[in-house]
């Protein structure tokens, strides 16, 4: 069997997460072409409520984000059952939200994407269309709980070019308890 057909037997399913700004959509989507496995763009399942509250400013409360939260674990849950990979983009802030998420696979694995606040700021900034105010990235870094030591995944600075974060993922899944 010839390399080609590795991709199609990657059955790891991962959130690319941290705040927004980040390069969730971006690492999250090259990563699944790498894999071969679909992408979820987690934030097309906020609410109308939700997405609106967010482009006026308002941070989303816990409350807000617990449909969003139970929706994207069913999209994990049943790419686990069909025993299938997924890429998946979430924020994914608090351990808590990773504790729901991993209730739709236990296998789960985390991409945390981390950088300095300045760096997010400026690429949040040369987004065009996007819902997302710079003015909650504040907000978002205050919420954030970084990945932690018995969570699956890795770790990752954001100021490294995406094809080497990417690549960082992809080693972390031949060793999925490394940092």
């Known amino acids: 069997m ?24 971006t690492i999250g989507q090259a990563l699944a072409v790498a894999t071969g496995v679909p992408f979820v763009e987690g934030d097309q399942f906020h609410s109308p409520s939700n997405v609106a509250k967010m482009s006026k400013g308002v941070a989303l409360t816990d409350e807000d984000r617990s449909d969003w939260l139970h929706t994207l674990q069913r999209q994990i849950g049943s790419a686990q059952a069909e025993g299938k990979g997924l890429v998946l983009s979430c924020s994914a ?17 985390f991409a945390h994407l981390s950088g300095p606040r300045e760096l997010i700021e400026g690429r949040m900034r040369a987004r065009v269309g996007h819902y997302m105010p710079t003015s909650l990235l504040d907000s978002q870094l205050r919420d954030l709980e970084p990945l932690q030591a018995d969570e699956a995944g890795v770790v990752l600075n954001i ?18 308890a490394t940092r």
């Open 93 to 109: 802030l608090k351990r808590r939200y990773r504790d729901l998420l991993r209730k739709g696979d236990s296998q789960l694995h």
């Open 159 to 176: 100021g490294a070019p995406p094809e080497q974060l990417v690549a960082h993922i992809l080693a972390a899944e031949q060793e999925p």
């Open 2 to 25: 010839d390399n080609s057909n590795s991709k199609q037997d990657c059955k790891i399913r991962w959130v690319v997460m941290g705040v927004s700004g980040c390069g969730k959509s």
